[in-house]
């Protein structure tokens, strides 16, 4: 497997953090055992007696394959039949015999080691006696290579997580202060703000966005204005279309941003708090928009009222779909990461099985930017039909109550943040 | 091409699909939704798949499936589909291929 594969798997495998706000993933139906995103829970492994976990976490953005040779060049004596076992789930119990006994007279059971016995080995000098065929010396000099191997693997894991602690709290400084300056308070960089910006998507996307959210507040003020001073129809026309040219231009930058960061979007962690309780696919229903909007836009004709009946309809249908879509996309995605974990025959048989699972979720996921653009074509196709049924001062209407409908989202969403706390 | 036309022609309603692609999913659940029938051909169990993937990108389909095809017609993708049923000509289409009734 080419190196990269290996690095992207190693990516993918328990230890790998996943970003928080992994919501679409984040519940009881994810075979969620098998993957770990906590560090702790690795530490928590690692009083398994097994050097097995230990190398596993240490390597974890090494190659995978040769984890089972390097266990066997650590190790003098293999027990002759331990378990394969890729899942953590399986951590818990009976774990590879890696300690190594070297009374080839023992049975299994025991050698299937804890940490007391790792010492014990070091003092098989009296079961030494039985065998014979390994002097005092060499079982000593083993015990002791076999001890600092494994305290050279804890010093690394304990390096590793040390490594990954800081780079999630790098990360949660940057997003500090990314919100800070999108607040406007100014905070002088050590680099290039831009380059800064660029080199991350999500952040990029979310300066993007705030910058979407002034210029809207403008428009909308602008069109405000104009329904107010009862402006002529032709003046109107000019600024419903420029909002709703400018609503294009953020599903622009939604597509561009799916590309770099599809699980940023589907977050919702760059809109505030109140909106993502109403969160779909990345964004909102345009089906409950139009509920809203029907009571505010009367009065209707006959043929406006069907035309937008229909168009809740249709936008609800198509929602259900790329629902029913994305449900069997998680379904499967679990599928993908629950089958085989268990491994009957080989250890190069497991670790292919391992690796073309991998493989077969990385393109499933891959799917996902597909999900979020067509959520985001059935919003922008929703806000052009609207347009067309509706007179342009209806349309200025409408445009102007979802402005106000996502404000009082966002001002109650402050609300809540700043609500005092016992 | 030919298989292509051919299987689009048999069928008032006809979608290419992969049996793996969940936004193919997404697309039958809507015709089923709307109450349409229509034909399935999953090309990774079709022998001549590769080519039949092939002809249909050559029609400008990008993702090559879900490939919509009404009334032996080429409706699009997913994203033409969802645009047609928003402006509610998707309907209006099976109605006139006779694939749905109302």
Same mark, same amino acid.
């Given at each position: 497997m080419r190196r990269k594969q290996q690095k992207e798997c190693g990516a993918l495998i328990p230890n790998f953090k996943l970003p928080t706000h992994y919501a679409v993933f984040n519940s009881a139906k994810a075979s969620g055992q098998a993957v770990s995103p906590d560090c702790n829970h690795i530490g928590t492994l690692d009083k398994t007696p097994t050097s097995f976990a230990i190398n596993r976490s240490a390597t974890q953005v090494e190659s995978r394959l040769p984890l089972e040779k390097v266990q066997q060049t650590n190790l003098v004596s293999i027990s002759s039949g331990y378990t394969e076992n890729w899942g953590e789930s399986n951590m818990a119990d009976a774990s590879p015999k890696t300690d190594i006994s070297t009374d080839a007279d023992t049975d299994e059971k025991s050698q299937r080691s804890d940490r007391g016995k790792l010492n014990a080995v070091v003092a098989s000098d009296?079961?030494?006696?039985?065998?014979?065929?390994?002097?005092?010396?060499?079982?000593?000099?083993?015990a002791q290579n076999r001890e600092a191997a494994r305290k050279s693997r804890l010093r690394k894991k304990a390096y590793v997580q040390q490594l990954e602690s800081s780079r999630l709290k790098l990360t949660q400084l940057e997003q500090e202060l990314q919100r800070a300056r999108q607040q406007g308070i100014f905070i002088s960089s050590a680099g290039d703000q831009s380059h800064?910006? &660029? &080199?991350? #998507?999500?952040?990029?996307?979310?300066? *993007? %966005?705030?910058?979407?959210l002034e210029e809207q507040n403008r428009l909308i003020n602008e069109l405000r204005t104009g329904v107010n001073s009862h402006a002529g129809d032709a003046e109107l026309r000019i600024i419903v279309d420029s909002v709703l040219v400018h609503y294009d231009e953020i599903f622009r930058l939604k597509s561009n941003a799916a590309k770099a960061d599809v699980f940023h979007l589907l977050s919702g962690m760059w809109k505030t708090p109140a *909106?993502?309780?109403?969160?779909?696919? #990345? #964004?909102f229903r345009s089906s409950e928009l139009l509920k809203l909007l029907v009571s505010q836009l009367e009065p209707l004709t006959e043929q406006q009222l069907v035309g937008i009946s229909n168009l809740q309809q249709s936008s609800q249908q198509a929602e259900d779909a790329l629902s029913q879509g994305m449900e069997a996309l998680q379904q499967s995605l679990s599928e993908t990461l629950s089958t085989g974990s268990l491994g009957s025959s080989g250890?190069? #048989?497991?670790?292919?099985? %391992?690796?073309?699972?991998?493989?077969m979720a990385m393109g499933k996921l891959g799917t996902l930017e597909g999900f979020i653009r067509q959520a985001d074509n059935l919003r922008q196709q929703t806000l052009q039909q609207m347009h067309r049924i509706l007179t342009t001062r209806q349309s200025a209407r409408a445009l102007l109550a979802i402005h106000d409908y996502f404000s009082r989202l966002r001002a109650l969403s402050s609300l809540w943040l700043a609500r005092p706390r016992e | 091409m030919d298989r292509v036309r051919d299987l689009a022609s048999k069928k008032a309603a006809v979608i290419f699909t992969k049996s793996s692609c969940c936004m193919c999913y997404s697309i039958k659940t809507l015709f089923y939704e709307l109450g349409a029938s229509p034909a399935i051909h999953e090309l990774d169990h079709d022998p001549s798949g590769r080519?039949?993937? +092939? !002809?249909?990108?050559?029609?400008?389909?990008?993702? /090559?499936?879900? !490939?919509? =095809?009404?009334?032996?017609? =080429?409706?699009? /993708?997913?994203k033409d589909v969802i645009s047609l049923h928003v402006?509610? /000509?998707?309907?209006?289409?099976?109605?006139? !291929?006779?694939?749905? +009734?109302f």
């Open positions: 009296s079961s030494d006696r039985s065998k014979g065929s390994l002097d005092q010396k060499t079982l000593r000099r083993l800064a910006m &660029g &080199g991350n #998507g999500a952040m990029a996307f979310d300066v *993007e %966005y705030a910058r979407w *909106e993502r309780c109403f969160l779909w696919l #990345g #964004g250890s190069s #048989g497991n670790v292919a099985n %391992y690796m073309g699972q991998m493989a | 080519d039949m993937e +092939w !002809a249909l990108r050559g029609l400008g389909c990008d993702p /090559s499936v879900p !490939a919509v =095809f009404i009334g032996g017609r =080429f409706v699009g /993708s997913a402006d509610g /000509s998707l309907k209006q289409m099976l109605i006139d !291929a006779k694939a749905i +009734w």
